[in-house]
């Protein structure tokens, strides 16, 4: 097609007709040279119109695509698909298929044409390059609810995704059928499965009813149980809760007076199971891959666990009857024993749900709420004195402690017959009382404190077995601590205790060094292990309730007697801490209706899975959730709140006490 050169009123040349001598052949040219080299040209004419097509814009894209697709040329269906995938990004609103029905059946038959019924090998680089544009655009377009109810009643649609869906598992999941040609544009077919694979999502939700022996759904469920990739894991997951989707009774009976069905029915007719539904495909779901689905939970990732909660949702409150089952709520029933048949996905379930409840939410943190102090006894024994007598540990719990590696054994030893002592005695006001009762000030023992030789000698005569050579020696026994290494632990078994040297006045001559333990005292009588280790590990009592302690006069009062006044007051001020503190917080944060959802509907299913157990099952549930979840006591005491606003329920309170 020639060019045209565009010449304006002002560019334009005018050039007069000189009369020329004839030529040799007796025609006559202009400027009478007999030769004009720019004859014919654009120079020698004046144009007072425009150039044909001027200010013509043509058909529009659509317009060109439509031809392109009619012309059949691959050039030109290239160019369309690419157009129409770049449009499907850029400029949704254009691509309209019920508007333009002839769009999505090019676009279905362009994306299915590679895969029916051909091998890796069959498949050319410009077809599956159709494929990969088509697919694309057909997801991104099915994002629109118009188009996404125009490919819902495309007939065969179901059937020719389930057809290629086949063929891409087999390459891609199974490893079967693969040929040079598929291993060559692995990526490329991977692209195409997870594009497919957005589109399903989008449209399942609009095949519902599905039979037990649906193709999509066993489909989907290969794929769940093949792939670990997360994106399609999700993908699977929101279509197979989908597919679950059963038409209710009442929707039913208005589309059936109304007429609105039958459009969807003749069109979804061909993808149904030609057989008749005696059960919904829900049953059709096996213990494994349910099991499956439940271990993605200790993943701790929120969009999996969201997604999976959905799922499980669905599947739990779904009303569809099971074949063995009449009514509705057993063929629940089953479901749930279904899925918690396997003790390990009833443990992950009971172990997960409740951290879901409590996710995300600005909840106090118990390590921050002040401890309670600790409840000290006014007189723990007829003698209050400190005894001279170091006890011995009884046969049984010798037999244990003596087995025990260093330095675990010298810490228990000393927390079994030694006592931690957080009050600062007046030496000279003990004396005077010592000297009261009787006894010589030089020989009794001072309180709070002992020397270390004392400790050493204590130590090393209860465990003699062990170190004294015999005729039936012991080997089995772990060699004692030495005695540096033994002083040095007594700070880790006691860690408010300390080493120290003091200097005694002396009788006669220079002072001398005593070398002491602070902080420890004899026990009257030897505890186990467990008060052992809760006495030298408790909380150190705050300076004013010991100056009470050390000031007040318990001589009269009974043994085992407890400060119930002062006990309350301290749990009073506790409480109000904690109670200003959920005040600060954000209002929302306490009321359930508020909740989001992923915490809503974790907090429903925990409920339905612990109300709803068997009788067997119920007591194995509830010992798994005290086990599981102990650490909930200190969360609800911290955050009253939790409970009087129903996010967790009062019985699961119970359960834990």
């Not at 086949?166 to 040609?181: A, E, H, I, Y």
Request: glycine content about 6%.
């Amino acid at each position: 097609m020639p060019a045209f050169t565009p010449v304006s009123s002002t560019s334009a040349k005018k050039s007069s007709l000189g009369v020329g001598g004839p030529t040799g052949n007796g025609i006559y040219y202009p400027n009478g040279n007999g030769y004009n080299p720019n004859y014919g040209t654009s120079s020698n004419y004046s144009y007072s119109t425009q150039l044909l097509g001027s200010g013509n814009l043509g058909p529009n894209v659509m317009s060109r695509v439509f031809m392109s697709f009619r012309s059949g040329i691959d050039s030109e269906i290239r160019w369309a698909l690419t157009t129409l995938c770049s449009l499907s990004l850029s400029s949704p609103n254009l691509i309209n298929f019920e508007k333009f029905p002839v769009l999505g059946n090019e676009l279905i038959k362009w994306f299915t044409n590679p895969f029916r019924g051909s091998n890796g090998n069959q498949i050319s680089e410009m077809e599956l390059t159709f494929a990969l544009d088509s697919v694309l655009t057909l997801r991104n377009a099915s994002q629109d609810l118009i188009n996404q109810q125009w490919l819902s009643q495309v007939k065969n649609l179901k059937k020719t995704i389930v057809t290629v869906l086949k063929q891409l598992v087999n390459w891609l999941l199974l490893g079967k059928d693969l040929s040079v040609s598929v291993l060559s544009n692995i990526n490329r077919y991977h692209e195409v499965f997870g594009y497919l694979l957005d589109l399903v999502e989008t449209l399942s939700c609009y095949w519902v009813d599905n039979g037990k022996n649906d193709a999509l759904f066993k489909e989907m469920l290969i794929i769940l149980e093949e792939s670990k990739d997360k994106g399609v894991i999700l993908g699977v997951l929101k279509s197979l809760g989908n597919l679950l989707i059963i038409k209710g009774h009442s929707a039913a009976l208005e589309e059936a007076a109304t007429g609105l069905s039958s459009a969807a029915a003749s069109a979804d007719d061909s993808s149904r199971d030609p057989t008749p539904i005696k059960s919904n495909c829900i049953d059709s779901i096996p213990k494994s891959t349910l099991h499956k689905i439940t271990q993605y939970l200790l993943l701790n990732d929120s969009e999996l666990n969201f997604a999976i909660i959905q799922f499980l949702k669905q599947y739990l409150s779904s009303e569809a009857l099971n074949a063995s089952y009449p009514t509705v709520q057993d063929s629940q029933q089953y479901r749930l024993n279904q899925l918690i048949e396997s003790s390990d996905s009833l443990k992950i379930l009971i172990q997960s749900l409740p951290q879901l409840i409590l996710q995300s939410l600005p909840l106090n943190i118990p390590t921050d709420i002040p401890n309670l102090p600790p409840t000290i006894l006014s007189r723990r024994a007829l003698h209050s004195s400190v005894p001279t007598i170091i006890p011995s540990l009884t046969t049984e719990l010798y037999d244990v402690i003596v087995k025990f590696h260093e330095p675990l054994r010298a810490s228990t030893w000393l927390r079994c017959c030694y006592e931690p002592v957080y009050q600062e005695y007046n030496v000279d006001d003990n004396s005077k009382q010592s000297s009261a009762a009787g006894g010589a000030t030089g020989g009794v023992p001072i309180p709070g404190e002992v020397t270390q030789i004392s400790l050493w000698k204590a130590y090393e005569k209860q465990f003699e077995k062990v170190w004294q050579p015999s005729q039936e020696k012991d080997v089995k026994y772990p060699k004692l601590l030495p005695a540096v290494d033994f002083i040095k632990n007594v700070s880790a078994a006691f860690p408010h205790s300390q080493a120290m040297v003091v200097n005694t006045d002396a009788v006669d001559g220079a002072p001398k060094r005593k070398f002491i333990i602070k902080g420890i005292q004899p026990r009257q009588f030897v505890v186990n292990i467990d008060v052992g280790n809760y006495d030298a590990l408790r909380q150190k009592p705050s300076v004013q309730s010991l100056e009470i302690e050390q000031h007040s006069t318990n001589s009269s009062l009974p043994v085992g007697h407890v400060d119930h006044g002062k006990f309350h007051h301290n749990l009073n001020a506790i409480n109000s801490i904690i109670l200003q503190a959920q005040q600060q917080q954000h209002p929302f944060v306490f009321r359930k209706d508020q909740l989001p959802i992923l915490n809503l509907i974790s907090s429903e299913l925990l409920e339905y899975v612990l109300s709803n157990t068997t009788e067997e099952d119920s007591e194995h549930a509830h010992g798994i959730f005290r086990y599981e979840n102990s650490w909930m006591k200190d969360l609800i005491y911290a955050n009253p709140g939790l409970v009087d606003s129903g996010i967790l329920n009062e019985k699961w309170l119970e359960i834990l006490i």
